[in-house]
């Protein structure tokens, strides 16, 4: 019986999640109602009230999910035996761009910053910041890896570096995501600037 909740309970939050980020993406965050949400899920409003506590605390859970997902890819680029540390570093970053943008879309995903900070002692908002943290813990890896390949001086401190990257880079990504002039080649060519000027110089140190 109690497994049975339990896949009761993952299918719902399934169904609330798919709805959410359906309407995250169709509409402004700000005119989407959790009732829609809800309904959209053939649920009640206080289901998801139960599940998440907010609207806020929906859509930390949606990218939560989002980055499960994407840590997926990025454990793809740290199986690669590449040569060329601004690449693979800049591919790091894009890809997070990439999947993040096409999971919601840059009006959503201001809200999200937001919310983050708004709510960021909650339990998804805790979540997010774990979630962060594994991104830099991969980042540090990818980088002991480029340091094995002699890309990266020997005695650059790896979690030291991939903070400081992971930091530019979400730099950029509140950039990208607040302005609408800036094109995705664009923010890509900047990307790689900040990253050729970073590396440089660890392969310096």
């Known amino acids: 019986m109690a497994e049975l909740r339990k896949k009761q309970k993952a299918e719902r939050q399934r169904r609330i999640l798919a709805a ?3 309407r995250f993406k169709a509409a402004d965050y700000r005119n989407v109602k959790i009732e829609t949400i809800a309904a959209d899920a053939d649920l009640s409003a206080m289901t998801v009230f ?30 690669r035996d590449s040569d060329d540390a601004i690449s693979v570093v800049t591919d790091f970053s894009l890809t997070i761009f990439d999947h993040a943008f096409s999971y919601l879309n840059r009006h959503t995903w201001c809200h999200v910053l937001a919310t983050s900070i708004k709510e960021g002692n909650s ?3 805790r979540g997010l910041a774990v979630l962060e943290h594994q991104l830099i813990d991969l980042l540090a890896r990818l980088i002991d890896q480029l340091k094995q390949r002699k890309l990266i001086d020997a005695g650059c ?9 992971y930091n530019v880079h979400n730099a950029r990504f509140i950039e990208y995501a607040s302005n609408r002039n800036i094109t995705r080649e664009e923010v890509g060519a900047i990307v790689k600037n900040d990253l050729e000027f970073i590396l440089e110089r660890m392969a310096q140190a």
């Open 20 to 22: 959410a980020r359906q």
């Open 123 to 125: 339990s998804f908002g």
């Open 157 to 165: 401190d790896a979690r030291t570096a991939a903070a400081v990257i």
């Open 50 to 79: 139960n599940y998440y506590g907010s609207k806020g605390g929906l859509l930390l859970a949606l990218v939560t999910e989002s980055d499960r997902h994407l840590i997926k890819k990025i454990n793809a680029i740290l199986e």
